[in-house]
């Protein structure tokens, strides 16, 4: 149906195909996904794999030609090991209904894309997501203990183990992870869950400027504390949350960092925080779990607040911790430069930030200002020492840059094992690499 | 020299070569490797890399026909960032030179083998090294932020980068760690340092038998505790370490585990430890620093006590953590059927187990009754849902056992990528896969 085809085109980056994929295969089984590689494999049609389409470069967009293999339909959570505090999950399961289900045993999947309540594991997996507590708890690859995939000619691998440690071999989990549906598609995914943490404590600290915020938060690592949450907006992106949810976060600086702290010291850490962030901004320690919960909440609608003002594209740079400032400055400097409409989040404890940037209706982001100060941000970061890509991937968006980052041996390795587990190309032509 | 040759040709596993090296390069730089692995690939020469030589499982064994690579020498360390919390070090540098540095700023290098004091790391990059505290900090995956590599043709690549996150491409970082010497040969690492804890809190645990001192563990980890060091040493290892110490653990109990809290709940999660440990055996606090480094020397010096019995094969299984028990009872069931001697230690709270088989000087770890034992072991392993091999790598030991663990498939895959990257097959033959 051409509804289907319209929905499975594109997915949350702000990139619009020229054109519809030819077809949507929706699996709900392994077994679909073996016989959809297969007969893709046989007549060499190029397939786009998906899961939930919240991506957010445009990995999962697909074009005429393509075909489209959808595994949200596969989203059953087959077993909870409370003992041994791991899941194994079918692709499609949401990021948040692992959490609630974990939650029962008093558990927790740590990696949490502000997107949790939307974005599949599979996805999560083919990125290699982050969030805001990979800073403590590591990204997906430490989350992912083993992996069935499907590779391009049908057959099944299984990569990884239950075991927390194991050195059999290459690690092929990890090289599947972040491949962006490029090496195979994830069928079933082991996952290792975490107990909740038994205190959390929270602090919520304003600054007259995003500068000082992000110089307050290098202090934090400085200082070696390592919170399980830093979360950085600038002023703008405060008003864009007022504005969406009548709070009035702005008003109170012009620059906002939460600060979360958790485990048996958690507060005995928070003391260290507010001792470094006290000289440089006006910090208040969250009164209760409710509190601290609507400063949370305040950070996870930023995105959608922003998509109010426009279409929203979200960069995704990284840099060592150290450079925070010099990044936000930077930022600060290119969008009065061009034009362009750039608000800056960050998960700071980590030095990964995603600039956005909103778009008017006819812009786009391919092409025009927004490519530009694209670009302008990644050589940014490049030149601080950083990344292009902190955990959002490559996919189509940000191809142009990849060599300028990695170097051309690594592109060339990276071809080399692509090719040789993929020799037909059929598996998300174009994306990745 | 004839000496030279003959000291490269073998490392700690207990393997003994049939004949040896032909030759052994000392690489002092970078250089030195391109040029000896391109002019390995000019002439189709086998070549070995080498660290400092303590593997455990003959990756870096040589004989006849091949050349050895030796980068023991290339040993400096070439940055500390305090503010990045990084080192960028050459391969040669040993582990405990690392943390000697790393403490001048406060911090420390988490992957802490055994052999701390004498492997190198290039060589624990090589394994996928491990250790005391890696259920807390992660093995060396975790700590390996980015990698200047020789490949087989000589051409230099680069993996990973120097921010916390990033997903630019394939992980080729995680993909050369644990690839014992196949993929390629490391020139420059640059590693993750993290703050020393400003706690740390020790208790020491007796139980009757090492059954129970294994569901002690595993009750420890249930309780979601965790420690940054929890070590289970059984009642013959206890043994032999006051023969060699002049101490006297034994006398305490027929199995010990010794279990460390860190950071700013140090205390509090201690005394969690204490309620969960109490009812199953006598547990005392260490009473200071001092006491608590002579339990941690009685574990580090397990090994070399051991040595002092005969020659050594440490076998190297993991397990889900909830099966140290049955482990633990299958280990002394092995040891009764097959007469071969098996002392059991074991990094507890990852359920990754170090049985030692002490051999008689006439008697093989590639042949006859140790190596019945060492294939029970892994089957035993296997047979509750784990591992051949936790942190010590396949080299030429595990061989035999690998595909039963990874499947044809796996195997398949990693031998596709070997290929893909080492065409001529000059690194490492025979090893790894």
Same mark, same amino acid.
């Given at each position: 149906m051409e509804a289907d085809r319209q929905r499975v085109s594109t997915d949350r980056s702000g990139f619009v195909p020229d054109s519809l994929p030819d077809g949507v295969v929706f699996a709900r089984t392994p077994d679909d996904v073996v016989t959809t590689l297969r007969m893709a494999s046989e007549h060499r049609i190029p397939v786009v794999p998906r899961g939930a389409g919240t991506g957010l470069a445009a990995a999962s967009s697909s074009r005429a030609g393509e075909l489209v293999l959808d595994v949200s339909g596969m989203n059953r959570i087959l077993r909870i090991d409370p003992q041994e505090q791991l899941a194994v999950v079918e692709p499609g399961v949401l990021n948040a209904d692992l959490n609630a289900a974990a939650a029962e045993y008093g558990l927790f999947y740590a990696p949490d894309p502000a997107s949790t309540a939307i974005c599949s594991i599979g996805g999560n997996i083919a990125t290699n997501a982050g969030g805001m507590r990979c800073a403590k708890y590591g990204v997906t690859r430490e989350s992912v203990l083993a992996l069935r995939v499907i590779l391009a000619d049908g057959r099944e691998l299984r990569t990884g183990r239950e075991t927390i440690k194991g050195v059999s071999g290459y690690d092929l989990n990890a090289l599947m992870i972040g491949s962006e549906g490029t090496l195979g598609v994830v069928v079933e995914a082991t996952l290792r869950l975490r107990p909740m943490p038994v205190h959390t404590a929270t602090v919520a600290a304003f600054f007259p400027d995003v500068t000082t915020a992000a110089r307050a &938060?290098?202090?934090? =690592?400085? &200082?070696r504390i390592q919170p399980s949450v830093m979360e950085l907006m600038d002023g703008p992106t405060l008003e864009a949350v007022d504005m969406a949810m009548g709070t009035g976060y702005r008003s109170k600086g012009g620059a906002f960092l939460l600060v979360q702290t958790d485990g048996f010291g958690a507060f005995l850490e928070q003391e260290v925080v507010m001792d470094?962030? +006290?000289?440089? *901004?006006?910090? /208040?320690? &969250? =009164? @209760? @779990? +409710?509190? &601290?919960a609507a400063l949370l909440t305040a950070r996870r609608e930023a995105i959608p607040s922003l998509e109010k003002l426009g279409r929203v594209s979200i960069g995704d740079i990284g840099v060592p911790r150290g450079r925070l400032a010099e990044v936000v400055s930077g930022l600060e400097e290119i969008s009065a430069r061009t034009g362009v409409r750039i608000f800056t989040i960050a998960h700071a404890s980590d030095g990964n930030l995603h600039p956005m940037i909103v778009l008017d209706p006819e812009d786009s982001v391919t092409s025009g200002p927004a490519k530009a100060a694209l670009g302008e941000m990644f050589h940014l970061a490049h030149k601080l020492g950083g990344t292009l890509t902190g955990e959002h991937g490559i996919g189509l968006l940000k191809r142009d840059w990849? #060599? /300028? #980052? =990695? *170097?051309?041996v690594s592109l060339e390795v990276m071809n080399t094992i692509r090719t040789a587990l993929d020799p037909l190309g059929i598996l998300n032509p174009g994306k990745g690499l």
């Open positions: &938060a290098s202090a934090v =690592v400085a &200082a470094v962030l +006290e000289p440089l *901004g006006s910090c /208040e320690k &969250a =009164v @209760d @779990d +409710e509190h &601290a990849l #060599e /300028e #980052e =990695v *170097g051309k």
